[in-house]
């Protein structure tokens, strides 16, 4: 008699763990997939702050000129732009 429970609940536990649709690897599954969007949500939360940081800084037009230069390579009238480029920041055949 003791046997048949015994069974009972062994079939019953690998049944849970495995093949349920509630089973416990897909729990892990599911549970590590959560804390990965955690984190990303946190990554997105600084990123909008610095954005609106950004974008508040923009406001002021001297700041918006500039960036203009900085990221655009726009320049005002009659001026020259020089850019320079470090060695160690140029692509060369050997990187690939």
């Given amino acids: 008699m003791g046997n048949k429970y015994v069974l009972i ?3 019953f536990t690998v049944w849970m ?3 349920d649709t509630n089973s416990w690897f897909i729990h892990k599954e599911l549970n590590d997939e959560i804390d ?7 990554y997105f939360k600084q990123e ?3 954005d609106r940081n950004q974008i508040n800084k923009l406001k002021d037009s001297e700041e918006l000129e ?3 230069r900085e990221e655009y390579l726009m320049k005002k009238e ?3 732009i ?3 480029e470090f060695e160690d920041s140029l692509k060369t055949d050997k990187d690939g």
């Fill in 9 to 11: 609940l062994v079939i």
């Fill in 17 to 19: 763990v495995f093949f």
């Fill in 36 to 42: 990965k969007l955690k984190g990303n949500r946190a």
């Fill in 48 to 50: 909008i702050r610095s």
């Fill in 66 to 68: 500039r960036f203009a």
């Fill in 78 to 80: 009659n001026e020259e």
């Fill in 82 to 84: 020089f850019i320079i």
